[in-house]
């Protein structure tokens, strides 16, 4: 016999009868939709430079998150281009899972495009955020080249090992770390000029390393209006500890009357060289006859005597002239401690009608020396590299003749291979600060953002 519920009995069971029937139903699953909250998105930068052709170009980390949702859940990709002619939507990759993805732009011309990035969430929930990317031309080597973001004037290069090279700039007064293999900007930077008391640029144009020091020096001429202004007569030194990406730099010694040493010295010489007159105000320091430092290197066997190579004046200053060297016997007090400068007997090298716009040597004293202009020119003049043993009345010999058709001018070797092996390798890097890397008219160092400003990196054979 069955017994009957009672009135609050029956309720319960009603109750349980219902949910059990929307449980079948699906309509007591938990509301997870209505749980998601909108997706973010950041990115590393929000400006980004690339090449036409270029291999390993700079990429920017992408961080993605959602409320509620898994990370691996979202997807990222481009959805719109506002210039499809610098990049379309399917030339921009999205690799990685999770919360943080790597984008990359295979660039298709030279230009600007705002890229919008669109992050999709659980729930069907999106958010977009703008990428701003500028792509500079294609160039010879590219998959030898590779580009130094953050700058656009590299202006002298040492290498601190493991791969890494610390890079000056002839526009301010900051040392960049890079990774010489790779594509990007600087994994630190030292701004020197405090800790030197100068408020202006040193327009630091040559650097070498003895020991963990390295050896700095301004361009110690007059600007580009022929005004003399103090902090470009400037020689200094960094202490270097660690190595590669961790390399860390200090300010050491430094010394602000090289120039009026030299000046005095070839005064007593009889002018031999016109330092006067090429320091004269109203001088423009890119003359035939001005004066210009761009190299610095130590002599054959020696941590105190330093070669001091000029892009300015050509000896005689006249088409064919030579390149000259300058000798200073006691640079690593002059640099470190600050004493007056002691000049030795100057060298005169056949570069073919060249200047000097770097010098370099290894642990063997072999030389490379990038040759170019004398001139302000539009970097379309010859450039070549030579090499050379350090001794003065020995000829130089032509490595190979640089190519001037992509932007920028030639100015730095970062190291010196064993050039008696064949087909080894040396990096040389642009001040690309006057090019016009996206064609719109607006030289690199007026870019108003430092991700697209860059300057370029290639490895020639030099060997054998």
Known sequence: MLHQLSLPGRRVAAAASTVLALTAVGLNAPAHAAGYGTPTIAFSASYLSGAVGAT????VTVTVAQSGADTGALTVAASASSASSVARTADVAVTGTGATRTLSVAARGRGYTDLTIKVTGLGGKTATKKLHYAASAAVRDAADT????????????????????????????????????????????????????VSKEIDIEAGTR????????????????????????????????????????????????????????????????GFAAGTADGQ????????????????????????????????????????????????????????????GEPIELDLGGLSIRDIRKNAADQYLIVAGSWAADDNSDPYALYSWDGVAGHAPVKRVDLPTGDPGGWESVVEVPDLTVPGVRAQLVTDSGSADLYGDGTEAKDLDHAEWKKSRAVWFTVGG
């Open 56 to 59: 390993g170009d700079p990429v």
């Open 146 to 197: 590779r580009y130094f973001t953050g700058s656009s004037d590299a202006s002298a290069a040492v290498d601190v090992g493991d791969g890494y090279a610390v890079v000056a700039d002839d526009e301010s007064n900051t040392l960049r770390l890079y990774d010489r293999s790779a594509s990007g900007g600087p994994v630190r930077s030292w701004d020197v000029g405090a800790d030197l008391g």
């Open 210 to 273: 003895v020991g963990n020091t390295i050896y700095w020096t301004g361009s110690l001429g007059n600007n580009k209006s022929g005004t003399y202004k103090s902090d470009r007569n400037t020689v200094f030194t960094t202490k270097v500890t660690g190595a590669g990406a961790d390399t860390r730099l200090t300010v050491g010694g430094s010394y602000r009357k090289l120039r009026d040493d030299l000046v005095a010295w070839d005064k007593r010489q009889g002018d031999r060289y």
């Open 284 to 343: 423009v320091p890119k003359q035939i006859d001005g004066f210009n430092i761009e190299g610095l290197e130590f002599a054959p066997g020696s941590t105190t005597t330093a070669y001091l190579g000029f892009r300015a004046p050509l000896v005689p200053p006249k088409s064919g002239g030579k390149a000259l060297i300058v000798p200073v016997t006691n640079f690593d007090k002059v640099a470190g401690k600050g004493d007056e400068a002691v000049v």
